[in-house]
């Protein structure tokens, strides 16, 4: 830049596209480390891009010249003529417009040229997202950046308060309806930080934000999101429901392990699910909000992967075992060491391999769980989606082979009927744990309190449904209950008969001795 302007002093001709490329790939290179950029060191980069575009549109023809990089996307616009231009100019740089008037851009003296500019940022927002000191904000309200860090620049050297005002259209990264504010980097504000001074809204969508501003700099739009952490109606749900799913998933243990008329491949599927569910559910209520200690919130996000995961690869080997008895004839348990290695070693490598690629990964500022921004979260729903899919495969084969093995002419009814049972029960049951992981997406990313009453209430629903179907619903464990039940009354009724028959006999003997000593006298 130096060097540039000494040239221009001495009227040396200089390549301004060639000037502008060399500064763009100098901007990448600085750009690159951007996790690295605190305030300071942003407002300087952003004071040298202002400085740089005036001095390479005064070198640029007269025309529209774009470029872009990896890092930065810029549009300049150059008017040339010996009368200042007029009506309305607009530039575009990766999604955002800037438009105002040929008289802002050109300001009061006239010198034979006017230069409009737009540079945009890839990837700045992560960087500067907590520069939000200054702003107003209600109680439990935070900011987040939701569109691409811009600089506008024009010839006019007064631009700290412009008769015309300037607008900007931003698209937003994440379409969301929440409510949207513009702001612009203010370089008095402590070294630099986010400020709305003389910056408004004018419009506001799902998509799109148009911001108007009396002043020029670099400018954003932040989304305005509510802590709903901490609503005292959802704690309530989550701490009764999954007290009471708790308390149904461990009846189902007790009962699959307990209850040796019903053990089976199929229960004992149950009974690791059931116990893969109730770590889970006990883990996240007691853990998910424990954000204090980084460590621990670590460890509590890996554990909640590992065993949310588990519950899917035992879901999955009941839709293998149904297959079996329904397509094979003999042979149709599976070996015990085959299941574990699936139930719980796939889940374990999963995990493994997870923490090993990106261990940050594991724990957010809110919540124990896994990072939602930087897409960590496909460790969790890809292994998911491939797990319903299977599932999905697996169910579809076996409910035409049922409907085959129905239609033949010798069909063994009774059979059927109970794996045709089992097969209802099990696609119900996938069905309600896959749709709780659907808004459970919605839950760690987004500020929908319809969402997490959802997610809640499914999650609460889990542990009733698992005992309802596979124990309440099944006539051999209401017949174990009811012997449970009658050999803990029986005790009691014996002990009142007992006392009864004593309280009897001790009046009949007495009645006898009195009769005795009567008949002496």
């Excluded at 860090?149 to 259209?169: G, M, Q, R, Y």
């Excluded at 696609?427 to 997490?452: H, P």
């Excluded at 012997?483 to 002990?495: D, T, V, Y």
């Amino acid at each position: 830049m130096n060097s540039s302007c000494e040239a221009l002093k001495q009227n040396k001709i200089q390549n301004g596209e060639k000037l502008l490329e060399e500064f763009l790939s100098a901007l990448d290179g600085l750009l690159q480390n951007n996790d690295q950029l605190d305030n300071k060191k942003a407002s300087a980069v952003f004071s040298i891009v202002e400085s740089m575009l005036k001095l390479i549109g005064l070198m640029l023809p007269s025309s529209q010249t774009k470029r872009s990089t990896t890092r930065s996307d810029v549009e300049l616009l150059v008017k040339r003529n010996s009368t200042p231009p007029g009506g309305r100019f607009m530039v575009s740089s990766n999604g955002t417009w800037f438009t105002s008037h040929w008289d802002t851009a050109t300001g009061k003296e006239y010198m034979g040229f006017s230069t409009v500019a737009l540079l945009s940022y890839t990837g700045l927002e992560e960087s500067l997202s907590r520069y939000f000191n200054h702003l107003e904000k209600q109680e439990k309200q935070t900011f987040k950046i939701n569109s691409e860090i811009v600089t506008a620049t024009v010839s006019n050297e007064d631009t700290a308060n412009l008769e015309k005002p300037v607008n900007f259209t931003f698209s937003h990264l994440k379409k969301e309806n929440v409510n949207h504010i513009c702001v612009f980097w203010d370089h008095d504000l402590d070294g630099g930080a986010w400020s709305t001074r003389n910056c408004s809204t004018v419009r506001s969508t799902a998509d799109e934000t148009i911001c108007s501003c009396s002043h020029l700099s670099s400018f954003a739009v932040l989304m305005a999101l509510y802590d709903i952490g901490d609503v005292y109606e959802l704690r309530l749900i989550s701490w009764v429901g999954l007290s009471l799913s708790l308390v149904c998933l461990l009846i189902c243990i007790i009962t699959f392990y307990a209850v040796r008329s019903i053990q089976s491949t199929r229960n004992t599927i149950h009974m690791h699910l059931c116990i893969s569910l109730f770590i889970a559910y006990f883990v996240f209520l007691v853990g998910i909000t424990r954000t204090e200690n980084k460590v621990g919130c670590s460890v509590v996000a890996g554990v909640l992967h590992y065993f949310f995961l588990a519950s899917f690869c035992w879901m999955c080997l009941e839709g293998v075992q149904l297959f079996r008895m329904v397509v094979l004839v003999f042979n149709t348990t599976l070996r015990h060491v085959y299941m574990f290695a699936a139930g719980y070693g796939v889940p374990a490598l999963i995990v493994a391999i997870s923490a090993s690629v990106n261990a940050s990964g594991y724990g957010t500022p809110n919540y124990c769980w896994l990072n939602i921004d930087d897409g960590f979260i496909w460790s969790f729903y890809g292994p998911v989606c491939i797990i319903i899919v299977v599932n999905v495969f697996f169910f579809l084969i076996t409910i035409w082979k049922l409907a085959e093995k129905f239609s033949s002419l010798n069909p063994d009814l009774d059979n059927l009927r109970k794996i045709k049972a089992f097969t209802v029960t099990a696609i119900a049951q996938l069905c309600v744990l896959g749709i709780m992981w659907v808004f459970g997406c919605f839950q760690f990313d987004s500020t929908s309190l319809a969402m997490s009453y959802i997610f809640t209430i499914l999650g609460s629903l889990q542990g009733v449904l698992m005992f309802i179907m596979h124990c309440w619903l099944s006539k051999q464990v209401r017949d174990e209950y009811a012997k449970f039940l009658s050999c803990i009354c029986a005790p009691q009724k014996r002990k009142y008969s007992e006392f009864s028959s004593n309280q009897t006999s001790k009046s009949q003997a007495s009645k006898s001795v009195q009769h005795t000593g009567e008949s002496q006298i």
